[in-house]
């Protein structure tokens, strides 16, 4: 994402020597944001701690393995009793929002 965010600082900075009128500070604050939320957007889709997922809605969840049990991928919701039980042995450690169904 640095060398992401530097690329689009040195556009920036192009266009404002070819551009004398272009705010540079009003750009750069637009190019952060836009980058932020391109950030935001990968990490979506990557697997986080399950202490950061949402108690509001359904999730994908890591169930680590136990024993000689493997682990596994589940759908659950947070349930204020028993958190985000998926069976009695395993811990779920990761979560990820769920994938768009077909069509989007």
Do not use: Y
């Amino acid at each position: 994402m640095t060398e992401l965010r530097d690329a689009v600082w040195r556009a920036i900075q192009s266009w404002a020597v070819a551009d004398g009128e272009l705010d540079i500070e009003l750009r750069a604050s637009e190019v952060d944001t836009a980058l932020d939320a391109l950030a935001q957007d990968r990490r979506a889709d990557d697997w986080q701690p399950i202490e950061t997922a949402p108690e509001d809605r359904l999730v994908m969840v890591w169930a680590s393995p136990r024993d000689d049990l493997p682990g596994f991928v589940t759908i659950a919701q947070w349930n204020e009793w028993a958190g985000w039980c998926v069976d009695e042995l395993r811990d779920t450690t990761h979560w990820r929002p769920l994938p768009k169904g077909p069509g989007g």
